[in-house]
Every structure is written in structure tokens, then in C-alpha cells.
């Protein structure tokens, strides 16, 4: 893994644990319109095992928020490393490019603007930064997370 792949970590695990927050709303809003079992007689509907069709729909939002949770575990452990990881580097300049970059998901002109640079000035900043980035020794690597 290069020093690229490595701080656009936390920008991908942020986008998945919003997919899934996204996910586990339509789950949360699918479960209202679950039927409860119906009595007749004595007669009651229920799945094969013999749960009634919400329980599993229950099971299945609490497996997502336990992952989700997880999800954001990992994003802030992360986080905190990239984060130490940027500070090592010996110019304000280069760690601004790169925190602005990889901690708050800015386009190069938006850095720009906010550095009072052209948009060139902060990608050539940038590439200067990445060759001066030190990898942790142990880095975190985020691997199937969904």
C-alpha cells in the first residue's frame, strides 16, 4: 500500500458506513410495514422456524448497526493515525494541503482558496507532501468492512 492509497483510507470507510446508514434507514422504515402475525382460529401465520416475519427483520437491523458500529470504531482509530501521520510531515504548508485533502474531503480548489494558492500551487504541494510522508510502522488497512 503507497502513502496515497493509505490517506484516502478514511475517505472511502466514510463513504461506506453512510452507505449503510442509508441502508439501515430503509431497513428501520421496511420493518413498518412488516404484518404482525395474524390469529384465525387456530391458525397463526408464521416464517418456517417459527419466528414471525419481524423478528428476523429485527435480527437483521441489529446485525447492521452492530457492523456500522464497528465501522465507525475502525474510521476513528484511523483517523487518529492518519491524522499523527500528516503532523509528521515538516512543512504547515504540506500538512494543511494534506489534512484539508484527506481529513475534510476538499477539492483542490476549495484548498486553494482557503490557502490563498492556485489550484496548481496546492497539487504540486501535494505531491511534494506525499514523498515526505512516513508510512506508520504498523499502519491500519482497512479490508472488508462492509
Same mark, same amino acid.
Given at each position: 500500500?503507497?502513502?496515497?492509497?493509505?490517506?484516502?483510507?478514511?475517505?472511502?470507510?466514510?463513504?461506506?458506513?453512510?452507505?449503510?446508514?442509508?441502508?439501515?434507514?430503509?431497513?428501520?422504515?421496511?420493518?413498518?410495514?412488516?404484518?404482525?402475525?395474524?390469529?384465525?382460529? !387456530?391458525?397463526?401465520?408464521? $416464517?418456517?422456524?417459527? %419466528?414471525?416475519?419481524?423478528?428476523?427483520? &429485527?435480527? /437483521?437491523?441489529? @446485525?447492521?448497526?452492530?457492523?456500522?458500529?464497528?465501522?465507525?470504531?475502525?474510521?476513528?482509530?484511523?483517523?487518529?493515525?492518519? !491524522?499523527?501521520?500528516?503532523? $509528521?510531515?515538516?512543512? %504547515?504548508?504540506?500538512?494543511?494541503?494534506? &489534512?484539508? /485533502?484527506?481529513? @475534510?474531503?476538499?477539492?483542490?480548489?476549495?484548498?486553494?482558496?482557503?490557502?490563498?494558492?492556485?489550484?496548481?500551487?496546492?497539487?504540486?504541494?501535494?505531491?511534494?507532501?506525499?514523498?515526505?510522508?512516513?508510512?506508520?510502522?504498523?499502519?491500519?488497512?482497512?479490508?472488508?468492512?462492509?
Amino acid at each position: 500500500m503507497n502513502v496515497k492509497e493509505y490517506l484516502k483510507q478514511g475517505r472511502l470507510l466514510d463513504k461506506k458506513i453512510n452507505f449503510n446508514l442509508r441502508r439501515l434507514q430503509e431497513m428501520k422504515s421496511g420493518i413498518c410495514s412488516i404484518s404482525s402475525p395474524q390469529i384465525r382460529g !387456530d391458525k397463526v401465520q408464521t $416464517s418456517p422456524d417459527g %419466528d414471525a416475519p419481524f423478528v428476523k427483520a &429485527l435480527m /437483521r437491523v441489529e @446485525e447492521m448497526e452492530e457492523r456500522i458500529n464497528q465501522q465507525i470504531d475502525m474510521l476513528v482509530d484511523l483517523r487518529k493515525q492518519i !491524522d499523527e501521520t500528516i503532523h $509528521s510531515v515538516n512543512s %504547515d504548508e504540506y500538512q494543511m494541503v494534506l &489534512l484539508y /485533502r484527506y481529513m @475534510e474531503n476538499r477539492t483542490w480548489e476549495d484548498i486553494g482558496n482557503a490557502l490563498g494558492v492556485g489550484k496548481s500551487t496546492v497539487k504540486r504541494w501535494h505531491q511534494d507532501a506525499l514523498l515526505m510522508v512516513k508510512m506508520p510502522e504498523y499502519p491500519i488497512v482497512i479490508r472488508n468492512v462492509w
